[in-house]
């Protein structure tokens, strides 16, 4: 795992690549260092998680609007960013699903290897490092009400990242805790996600059902005891 980001030519996008990699590494080497020390993991892990859903991905959505084919050197290569970007979403994916700290602290590392290397790939790409980049030093409008509101307007969220956020979100719920969804199409195909996810977790009782608006009031039954070492 890279001890610190690479240093890059003075360029916003280098900047923020820069940013992006210093916040990568620093979570992934407080879950290492957690493992390595035969610590409780849990608090570690939550924190790496929510930088990833709230930090990474969406940065992900951002660079794929920020970067058509044309600001690219070659057409082609606007195909590999998205390659790279699937990897890096799989990769995310991979880390939630693992139960073993053995195999999350090596998946993590991995994230962070991938996640150098395709930054390394990408500056040699941008025909104009320059041009319209934008920081991401700050959260975008809408994580805020994402993490802490308990009134969550799903339109306003990246659509390419939008349920895996909502169900980040959902799975992260304490007992007892409800909150309400509220999007202009059918929630339904989200609940089902849930409920594979999470069976019998939460309690999703329709208070609008369309055809226009639809809104749902989620609540969550119990924490979920199940998954990682504590």
């Known amino acids: 795992m890279p001890a610190s980001p690479v240093a890059a030519p003075t360029a916003a996008i280098t900047d923020e690549h820069s940013v992006l990699l210093w916040q990568t590494c620093a979570y992934v080497e407080n879950l290492t260092n957690a493992v390595q020390a035969k610590q409780r993991v849990t ?36 195909r590999l960013l998205l390659t790279d970007h699937e990897r890096l979403r799989d990769d995310v994916d991979s880390i939630e699903r693992i139960r073993t700290r053995r195999l999350l602290s090596l998946a993590s590392d991995a994230l962070v290897n991938r996640l150098d290397r395709h930054i390394r790939r990408e500056e040699s790409w941008v025909t104009d490092p320059h041009s319209g980049a934008v920081t991401d030093a700050e959260l975008d409008d809408w994580a805020l009400p994402l993490l802490l509101s308990d009134d969550i307007a799903l339109d306003v969220l990246p659509v390419v990242d939008r349920d895996t956020l909502v169900l980040h979100r959902l799975q992260q719920m304490r007992g007892g805790e409800s909150l309400h969804l509220h999007a202009s199409f059918n929630l339904h195909p989200l609940w089902r996600q849930l409920h594979r996810r999470s069976p019998e977790s939460h309690v999703w009782v329709y208070e609008q059902d369309g055809p226009e608006q639809w809104t749902a009031r989620v609540a969550r039954r119990d924490p979920d005891n199940r998954g990682l070492e504590r």
Request: glycine residues 2%; charged residues 25%; aromatic residues 14%.
């Open 43 to 78: 608090p570690a892990y939550d924190a790496m998680l929510q930088f990833l859903h709230y930090g990474l991905l969406p940065y992900l959505s951002k660079e794929e609007r920020q970067f058509p084919p044309s600001r690219l050197r070659d057409r082609h290569l606007h």
